[in-house]
């Protein structure tokens, strides 16, 4: 998994503080990351729907639909890709002891196992919402922690509309 997908989730988590647009520049400064790089992985979550660019003045990202609605495979499948996490290379395959393609009619048993513990770890990422990171986000450094993000996102003047 890329560095890319803490940031994601870390963006995700930090826009259920606020329903102003947050500025991507404001966003890199939060988590002290290039800007550039930040971009891209708001592109891959806009590409994927989850979030949306607002343009003009007060512009910036916004998450597209409820933070329950939005899991953490979401979030990975948008900056990753929904590709297999292990592919094989039918390493049995090579080598003074190979085996003949023709006998590999089957996944070998590291490939299935492989299989078994990415389908568990997806179902896993699919049971944790961007909401349940907010509410962990909360319980770890108190109700007003998000609160104080969103305030000091927001344009001056306003303050964030979502509670936590």
Same mark, same amino acid.
């Given at each position: 998994?890329?560095?890319?997908?803490?940031?994601?989730?870390? /963006? /995700?988590?930090?826009?259920?503080?606020? $329903?102003?647009?947050? +500025?991507?520049?404001?966003?890199?400064?939060?988590?002290?990351?290039? +800007?550039?790089?930040?971009?891209?992985?708001?592109?891959?979550?806009?590409? %994927?729907?989850?979030? *949306?660019?607002?343009?003009?003045?007060?512009?910036?990202?916004?998450?597209?639909?409820?933070?329950?609605?939005?899991?953490?495979?979401?979030?990975? $499948? %948008?900056?990753?890709?929904?590709?297999?996490?292990?592919? /094989?290379?039918?390493?049995? *395959? &090579?080598?003074?002891?190979?085996? +003949?393609?023709?006998?590999?009619?089957? +996944? /070998?048993?590291?490939?299935?196992?492989?299989? &078994?513990?990415? =389908?568990?770890? &997806?179902?896993?990422? &699919?049971?944790?919402?961007? =909401?349940?990171?907010?509410?962990?986000?909360? %319980?770890?450094?108190?109700?007003?922690?998000?609160?104080?993000?969103?305030?000091?996102? %927001?344009?001056?003047?306003? *303050?964030?509309?979502?509670?936590?």
């Amino acid at each position: 998994m890329s560095g890319g997908v803490e940031w994601a989730l870390h /963006c /995700c988590v930090v826009l259920t503080s606020t $329903e102003e647009p947050a +500025p991507a520049a404001r966003l890199a400064e939060l988590h002290d990351v290039s +800007p550039s790089y930040l971009a891209k992985q708001l592109q891959a979550l806009s590409r %994927a729907g989850l979030v *949306q660019s607002v343009q003009g003045k007060s512009g910036g990202y916004t998450l597209t639909r409820s933070p329950s609605l939005i899991t953490v495979l979401d979030v990975v $499948e %948008a900056v990753d890709g929904a590709g297999p996490a292990f592919v /094989c290379t039918e390493i049995r *395959q &090579r080598g003074p002891m190979a085996t +003949p393609p023709e006998a590999c009619t089957t +996944p /070998c048993a590291i490939n299935r196992a492989m299989g &078994r513990a990415e =389908a568990a770890w &997806r179902e896993a990422l &699919r049971s944790i919402t961007v =909401a349940d990171l907010a509410q962990d986000v909360t %319980a770890d450094y108190g109700p007003g922690a998000l609160g104080r993000i969103g305030t000091w996102l %927001a344009p001056a003047g306003t *303050q964030p509309t979502t509670s936590e």
